[in-house]
């Protein structure tokens, strides 16, 4: 007979339900994890609320949502070589196919046949077990917990944004945002070694957790009646050379315009359901602004685990909430409705 599971489905909006589900198998190259922690994102909320994220979306079919992930291995394929029952991983999400010329060029987070865990229609990890490829899986090291490893996945997120930003140690930055992803990119850029880190935000809580994490300076944009004015003051009267946008709505979407001085460059991060956001294209033509964007990562799960080693981040401090696998829609409906105190978002399996 075959094993069961248990998973938390997606059935509707705001509608998930914990259900039973075949154990998977694994290939003879990969293995099988048993979840440990899980990390609520950005884009599981928008799954969670609209049922889609562009062109990405459930078309009224169930989907177990969730990509930020730790576990245990508990089975191996014959084909693998590095791994063995009781390892402790993290998992890197997306499965490329490794043969398209995206793949083959080293831009595989571009791959043309991506599998990518809780995006329609491949089912994610907020279920009991987890069959992955070997080669996207990263031993955590002996000290680090659960809700650590769920949480280097959005980490990477920022460190990936910092890359692709091509912001150099030193130079100054802006970030629009001091939510988890916010926060990441904050984490990020002070990995790298850049110099002022400018964080804006609505919220004077996560304002003062971005300046535990990184953050030189911090604007309240609820209380900042001039916020272009005061970044400004804090950059020598030019604004800044680089800003990160992580929020994703129209409206910040075009206010990040007004925080870079000319020849600036801005890195969007924040996901939006939907195009149509407003942009000052006459305006950064003619201050020669450059225009920036990241989708996933490419070889940066091993760096992060290297950073967390050896000190250089710490991302336990934005988890401000835990819940069991049993509350997992509890903990959704925490992570949706409470952004004014909740960050990231863990459950423990």
Same mark, same amino acid.
């Given at each position: 007979?075959?094993?069961? +599971?248990?998973?938390?489905?997606?059935?509707?909006?705001?509608?998930?339900?914990? &259900?039973?589900?075949?154990?998977?198998?694994?290939?003879?190259? %990969?293995?099988?994890?048993?979840?440990?922690?899980?990390?609520?994102?950005?884009?599981?909320?928008?799954?969670?609320?609209?049922?889609?994220?562009?062109?990405?979306?459930?078309?009224?079919?169930?989907?177990?949502?969730?990509?930020?992930?730790?576990?245990?291995?508990?089975?191996?394929?014959?084909?693998?070589?590095?791994?063995?029952?009781?390892?402790?991983?993290?998992? %890197? /999400?997306?499965? /490329?196919?490794?043969?398209?010329? &995206?793949?083959? *060029?080293?831009?595989?987070?571009?791959?043309?046949?991506?599998?990518?865990?809780?995006?329609?229609?491949?089912?994610?990890?907020?279920?009991?077990?987890?069959?992955?490829? %070997? @080669?996207?899986?990263?031993?955590?090291?002996?000290?680090?917990?659960?809700?650590?490893?769920?949480?280097?996945?959005?980490?990477?997120?920022?460190?990936?944004?910092?890359?692709?930003?091509?912001?150099?140690?030193?130079?100054?930055?802006?970030?629009?945002?001091?939510?988890?992803?916010?926060? +990441?990119?904050?984490?990020?850029?002070?990995?790298?070694?850049?110099?002022?880190?400018?964080?804006?935000?609505?919220?004077?809580?996560?304002?003062?957790? #971005?300046?535990?994490?990184?953050?030189?300076?911090?604007?309240?944009?609820?209380?900042?009646?001039?916020? *272009?004015?005061?970044?400004?003051? +804090?950059?020598?009267?030019?604004? #800044?050379?680089?800003?990160?946008?992580?929020?994703?709505?129209? &409206?910040?979407?075009?206010?990040?315009?007004?925080?870079?001085?000319?020849?600036?460059?801005?890195?969007?991060?924040?996901?939006?359901? %939907?195009?149509?956001?407003? +942009?000052?294209?006459?305006? *950064?033509?003619?201050?020669?602004?450059?225009?920036?964007?990241?989708?996933?990562?490419?070889?940066?799960?091993?760096?992060?685990?290297?950073?967390?080693?050896?000190?250089?981040?710490?991302?336990?401090?934005?988890?401000?909430?835990?819940?069991? @696998?049993?509350?997992?829609?509890?903990?959704?409906?925490?992570?949706?409705?409470?952004?004014?105190? *909740?960050?990231?978002?863990?459950?423990?399996?």
């Amino acid at each position: 007979m075959d094993k069961k +599971m248990r998973a938390w489905v997606l059935r509707d909006k705001q509608q998930m339900f914990l &259900e039973e589900r075949p154990m998977p198998v694994p290939k003879d190259d %990969e293995v099988l994890i048993k979840i440990k922690s899980m990390g609520i994102c950005g884009s599981d909320l928008h799954f969670y609320t609209d049922l889609r994220i562009g062109d990405y979306a459930t078309n009224g079919n169930p989907l177990i949502v969730g990509h930020e992930c730790a576990g245990e291995i508990v089975a191996v394929g014959k084909n693998c070589k590095k791994s063995k029952i009781g390892d402790r991983v993290i998992v %890197e /999400p997306g499965i /490329p196919c490794m043969k398209c010329d &995206e793949c083959r *060029a080293g831009r595989y987070n571009f791959c043309h046949d991506m599998y990518f865990m809780g995006t329609p229609p491949w089912d994610g990890c907020m279920c009991e077990y987890v069959a992955w490829p %070997e @080669f996207l899986t990263y031993q955590m090291p002996e000290e680090m917990s659960w809700q650590e490893g769920a949480m280097i996945e959005p980490f990477v997120v920022g460190l990936q944004s910092v890359r692709n930003s091509g912001i150099q140690f030193s130079d100054n930055a802006v970030v629009l945002g001091c939510g988890a992803i916010g926060l +990441m990119v904050i984490e990020a850029l002070k990995a790298a070694g850049v110099g002022r880190i400018i964080a804006i935000g609505r919220t004077q809580k996560k304002l003062d957790l #971005a300046l535990q994490v990184g953050a030189t300076d911090v604007i309240n944009s609820r209380e900042c009646q001039d916020v *272009a004015a005061e970044v400004r003051k +804090m950059t020598d009267g030019w604004g #800044a050379q680089y800003a990160f946008e992580c929020v994703g709505s129209g &409206e910040t979407f075009y206010e990040i315009n007004n925080y870079v001085r000319d020849g600036g460059t801005i890195t969007y991060v924040g996901l939006m359901v %939907e195009d149509g956001a407003p +942009m000052p294209m006459a305006s *950064a033509v003619m201050r020669g602004l450059t225009y920036k964007t990241m989708i996933r990562y490419t070889n940066l799960f091993d760096r992060a685990l290297i950073l967390l080693k050896y000190k250089r981040a710490d991302l336990l401090p934005l988890m401000t909430h835990q819940y069991s @696998f049993e509350e997992g829609d509890i903990a959704f409906k925490t992570a949706l409705n409470d952004k004014k105190n *909740a960050i990231k978002v863990v459950i423990n399996f």
